[in-house]
C-alpha cells in the first residue's frame, strides 16, 4: 500500500478514527503515515516506541497478532496553536492522550523527503568518488572539478582578457 493516496488528517479529531481505520484494513504504511519520522510512542512498555521504524514494527506486531483497537469515547481536542492535545477513554476504562501538531501540505512534506533523498544521494556519491579519486592518485590528491556554468564562463573570459589568451 506504500504510495497510495489517503485521507489525510484534516482535524486532530480524526486521528484516532484514521489510525483504527487503517489498523482494521492492515495499512500499516497508512497507520505510520499518522505520526511525525522522530515521534515517540508510549505503549505503557518499559521502552518507548521512538521513531516510524520503531512504530511500524509496533504496528506490524499489533496486525500480525490480529488484536484490533477498539473506538472509545474521544474527548474535544485541546488546541494551541498548531499543537492539540487529544484524549480518548476506551471500552476497558483506559485513557489515551496523543499530542498532534498540524502538519503542512501532504505535496510540501513529500518534496523535502525528496530534496533529503537526494541531498544523502549527492553525500553517498560525494564519499565515493573521493575514494576513487584517493585509490587513483594517492591519498592526499586534490582534484579541481571546473563545472561549465555562467559564472565559470565568465570568468574563463575574464582571465583570458587579463592575460592576453584565447580559451
Request: proline share 4%; glycine share 8%; net charge neutral.
Amino acid at each position: 500500500m506504500r504510495g497510495r493516496q489517503r485521507e489525510p488528517a484534516r482535524d486532530p479529531q480524526d486521528l484516532e478514527r484514521l489510525l483504527i481505520d487503517r489498523q482494521w484494513v492492515g495499512d500499516i504504511d497508512g497507520m505510520v503515515a499518522l505520526f511525525e519520522p522522530d515521534a515517540v510512542v508510549d505503549t505503557g512498555e518499559a521502552e518507548l516506541t521512538r521513531g516510524h521504524d520503531a512504530i511500524r514494527a509496533l504496528f506490524e506486531t499489533f496486525v500480525a497478532s490480529g488484536r484490533k483497537f477498539q473506538r472509545g469515547e474521544q474527548r474535544p481536542a485541546a488546541i494551541n496553536g498548531d499543537l492539540a492535545l487529544t484524549s480518548t477513554r476506551l471500552p476497558d476504562g483506559s485513557i489515551t492522550s496523543e499530542v498532534a501538531r498540524r502538519q503542512s501540505d501532504e505535496a510540501l512534506r513529500r518534496a523535502l523527503a525528496e530534496v533529503k533523498r537526494l541531498g544523502d544521494e549527492l553525500q553517498a556519491e560525494n564519499v565515493y568518488l573521493r575514494r576513487e579519486v584517493e585509490s587513483t592518485l594517492g591519498s592526499g590528491a586534490t582534484v579541481r572539478v571546473i563545472l561549465p556554468t555562467p559564472a565559470a564562463r565568465r570568468l574563463d573570459r575574464d582571465q583570458a582578457r587579463a592575460t592576453g589568451s584565447n580559451r
